[in-house]
């Protein structure tokens, strides 16, 4: 009679996933109460059995809860955390302005090409450092081209796992097979799996670049308050000697060096100067009054060529504008009706002595005319465009003279330092790739690294922990232990073999492919190829064949985990920029698993005789 823990492991399992699919609770409470439920039963009830350890020895709660502490959950964390220094500096502007050219005015072709890229890549590098390259890369593509990040993420997971199931060090699942069965007595060679992985490859690529992006949903990505705002406020710059604007001439009436501010007003010597400008040269001692977006003032400050403006007097001529920390932020904050500080000027205002914030820019519904900041008078309806350290910043809140835009606060980039945080981001990468350091070690040095340089800030880092991903592979890790531990994965494959008693190898092959297939999205897909590997060398050996195509058998399908998020690591990668459901993964990745289970089930027996 099956044990009663075994019994309860697979109704937590089918529970949680069906509620997962569902999307009727939060991931986070499914995860918790499904984590509870497992901890409930062998708390209570103390399970020893022959998979839990050594004899008399119970499934502990340190064993269950053993997913918290995982390599790959730290890994997933560190690199989230890496990935938000990239972004904190800007440093994938460039290289994703320069790959978004390659498509010309087709939307989408570059994102196809980085696709095809980032499969043939992981033929010879290791599927995870290959998402992290590209997935800052993607994400500023996708918001150049207005395409929904959802459209694209998953298929570079995808596509990277395909890619990686064509050598023997594609993917470390590859090279875990190889070791199982090297004990065995059985050499996997680096080329053996090329033929039918690169089959295989192409098959489900073609549905990975053609269909699957047609079936995900156009989900909106969250943009930052700096993305969101295209309206543009006027601030005001003060030019000393020493800065960059200084020397630049004017083009056609216009300053083109300015970036994606406009000038629209010259002020020298007390003596303003309106547009066009003509046979003009910036020089030390300008004040430029200019307009532009949060994002255009928030680039100026970042690469030096903004200084704060002071409330209380004029910025001395001979300051250099250094670019803010990466604890300086940008936030809006809108002038209330009957706010004490209508009809006061910026100057004036004494909004620096209280608070201890700038202003940078003003928004005004009405038009705005071209004069000094200090000439212009707040009205109720303003929005300022304030920056200081956050903790300033957060005094604002329940002021009700300055209504703080709630989470309109957003870090200066911290552009100056990004060649630091490209630096890091390589070194993760060269020292992963080249198992010269374990990839967790890299990753965990790696993000360290990026908040003792100052690329982001402590709350920087704290934003980019996902704690969906946190609690969902916690709790996944704990389901997949108690399933091993029970012997519910042993009794899934003993039976899905006694079934098979009798039939022919190639039907022997599809079978076993489909239930490892299954398997690898519900545990590991490393657990999956070590549970697997003797099993298929042991059918092999049996029925007289060569171990050949069930060893490719064991790999291509333990590759198989597209259906779920906890299928494998890239997956939870994605999970966040594309900001997916569980039943994003169970839409797109089923129909795939299907289809390489049909091409290696109808192609399997050809290509290696049987």
Known sequence: ??????????????????????????????????????????????????????????????????????????????????GQGLFATDAMELPARRLGKMGGAATFRPVLYILVGAAVISAFLNNTPVVVIFIPILVVIAAQRSISPSRVFIPLSFITILGGMTTLIGSSTNLLVAGVALDYGIEVGFFDITGMGVILALVGGA????????????????????????????????????????????KAGMFPGLGDLTLRLLQRRDVPVLPPFEDFTLSAGDTLVVSGTRRAFSKALSLGRAAPKVDDGPVEDTSPDLPPGPDYHLAEAVISPGSRYAGRTIQLSGLRPQFGISVLGVQRKSRMARSAMSDIRLEPGDTLLIGGPMEAIAQLRGNHDLLLLEYSAEAVPQSRKARIAVAIFAGIIVLSAFSIMPIVVAAVCGAVLMLLTGCLSILQA?????????????????????????????????????????????????????????????????????????????????????????????????????????????????????????????????????????TFSLLAPWYYGL
């Open 207 to 250: 549905y990975v670049l053609g269909v699957l992006p047609k079936l995900l949903p156009e989900r909106e990505a969250e943009l930052s308050a700096g993305a969101r705002s295209g309206a543009q406020f006027i601030g005001e710059i003060t030019l000393h000697r020493d800065h960059p604007f200084v020397g630049i001439k004017a």
């Open 462 to 598: 704290a934003r980019a922990f996902d704690r969906q991903i946190f609690l969902l592979v916690g709790s996944s890790v704990a389901l997949a232990t108690a399933l091993e531990a029970t012997g519910g994965a042993a009794l899934i494959a003993s039976s899905a073999l006694d079934l098979m008693q009798g039939a022919s190898a190639g039907v022997i092959l599809s079978g076993l492919f489909l239930v490892m297939a299954m398997l690898t999205n519900i545990l590991s897909n490393n657990a999956t190829a070590v549970l697997f590997t003797p099993i298929a060398l042991g059918i092999a050996k049996g029925m007289g064949v060569s171990p050949a195509p069930f060893i490719a058998a064991v790999i291509f399908a333990a590759n198989c985990s597209f259906a779920t998020p906890i299928g494998y690591q890239t997956n939870l990668l994605v999970m966040g920029p594309g900001h997916y459901r569980f039943s994003d993964f169970l839409r797109a990745g089923t129909p795939l698993v299907i289809i390489i289970w049909l």
């Open 1 to 82: 009679m099956p044990d009663i823990h075994l019994i309860a492991t697979f109704v937590i399992i089918a529970a949680t996933v069906i509620a997962y699919a569902s999307e009727r609770w939060a991931m986070e409470t499914v995860s918790l109460v499904s984590l509870a439920a497992v901890l409930l039963l062998f708390g209570l009830v103390p399970y020893s059995g022959p998979a839990s350890g050594a004899a008399g020895e119970t499934l502990s709660p340190e064993q269950l809860l053993s997913g918290f502490s995982n390599p790959a959950l730290i890994t997933v964390i560190a690199l989230l955390i890496v």
